[in-house]
């Protein structure tokens, strides 16, 4: 679990709580004063960028020093994260590996900045931590001694708490009191573990009907991210980073990935990942519906500023997990996509467009009939390749030219996950 939200929003009395009730935790501020200590390699390197005015008389780092420098510098924050962040995920990786022969451990990393820094999606569910913004601005204040417009500086080097909120599968209101906030950590802890108590093995069969959506699906993504160069660098990664995947992107972001959408036309629908995010989200672990509706909101806010369009997306992949668990057989496919729509809707920011209905249509008529399908859908006047992709859930992919690559990069996706 990712535990985030607002600093001085009560991160940190949650994480305490959960800590508490038995769960795991880790605070990436206290693994990232680690990896700078004094004599570390991360903080020779941050000297070297930022001059020895970050440095203090006795050699460890300066935080406040550093901070006057980088919270008002989006381009200064950038490059000390590119010093830190590595590091702290290593140090995490290696962390969490200590539980790995441990199923029924529920860990919570907590970090102020994991939706900004692109890497929540490596996190079965995400928790944000919030209260009411003038009690965000009275706690920083008292709690670090700033005036408010240093305050307010470091309130507005962070993404506004209601965007956060966006991407959060659950979320914890720490507005009121202490006791308040304990019982809400409280409610949280026991249902993070009835969800670990429900987490099951994925059948191969699933991943072997989602490889048949991908090879007969759009070859082409929105600014030339192909559903195959995705799980490709997925693989690569070790995981879906959007910060990552922005510089993959035609033309690479030039911003931070949740403002990258804004930088150009996307050329192809977000939908069009919605089956490779449907393979790669099976392939790391158990079929989890809300866990993908996250991960194909993430993905399509990366290119994608409509939201009805990103809410297409998260609909497709929630069908195709459906379907791949039933063989590839697709039932009532209208159907399906009415019950995952609210959840569509949550991570996609607004109700579907309703331009899928002709993709429902045509893999009704012509199911596992990926040829027929794309027919039967263009004369509908409806996108031909994703009802090629929907049909062609555990479709036969024998000849094909790309079915190699990409069981290669389904394999190394299982593998880095078990």
């Known amino acids: 679990m990712g535990l985030t939200g607002g600093i001085a929003c009560g991160k940190s009395r949650v994480l305490r709580r959960l800590g508490d009730r038995g769960f795991q935790t880790l605070d990436l501020d206290a693994v990232a ?11 020779a390197e941050i000297a070297a960028l930022f001059g020895t005015r970050v440095v203090g008389p006795d050699g460890s780092l300066d935080r406040a020093a550093l901070a006057g420098l980088v919270f008002a510098d989006p381009a200064a924050r950038a490059r000390l994260n590119a010093i830190v962040h590595p590091r702290v995920r290593a140090a995490e990786a290696r962390w969490a590996g200590t539980f790995a022969g441990r199923p029924d451990a529920v860990l919570v990393t907590d970090a102020a900045l ?22 965000q601005m009275s706690r920083l204040r008292a709690r670090d001694g700033l005036d408010e417009r240093a305050a307010r500086a470091r309130i507005e080097a962070q993404m506004p708490l209601a965007e956060k909120r966006a991407f959060a599968h659950l979320e914890v209101d720490a507005s009121g009191s202490v006791q308040d906030t304990d019982r809400a950590a409280d409610a949280l802890a026991a249902e993070l573990a009835a969800l670990a108590g429900t987490r099951r093995d994925l059948p191969a069969v699933a991943v072997g009907a989602l490889l048949g959506g991908v090879v007969h699906g759009p070859g082409n993504g929105p600014r030339g991210l192909a559903p195959a160069s995705l799980l490709a660098a997925a693989a690569e990664a070790g995981g879906l980073e959007l910060e990552g995947l922005g510089r993959r992107l035609t033309p ?137 992709a929907l049909a062609g859930l555990g479709a036969p992919v024998e000849g094909s030219r790309r079915a190699g690559a990409l069981q290669a990069s389904l394999a190394a996706i299982r593998s880095g996950s078990s």
């Open 114 to 135: 994991l939706v900004e820094a692109g890497v929540h999606l490596r996190f079965d569910r995400l928790v944000v931590v919030q209260c009411d913004a003038g009690q």
């Open 252 to 388: 690479p972001a030039a911003r931070p990935w949740y403002e990258t959408a804004e930088e150009a036309d996307p050329g192809a629908a977000a939908a069009n990942l919605a089956v490779a995010l449907a393979a790669w989200a099976l392939c790391r672990g158990a079929a989890d519906a809300p866990f993908l509706a996250g991960v194909a909101g993430s993905i399509a806010r990366l290119t994608h500023t409509n939201a009805a369009a990103r809410a297409d997306a998260c609909v497709l992949a929630l069908v195709a997990q459906e379907v791949a668990l039933a063989a590839g057989a697709p039932g009532d496919v209208e159907a399906r996509a009415q019950r995952v729509e609210r959840l569509a809707t949550r991570f996609g920011g607004a109700p579907p467009s309703g331009g899928l209905a002709p993709v429902w249509a045509a893999v009704s008529a012509r199911p596992r009939d990926p040829d027929g399908a794309r027919a039967e859908c263009a004369r509908r006047g409806g996108d031909p390749a994703l009802a090629g």
């Open 33 to 43: 004063r680690e990896v700078t200590a004094s004599g570390t390699p991360a903080l």
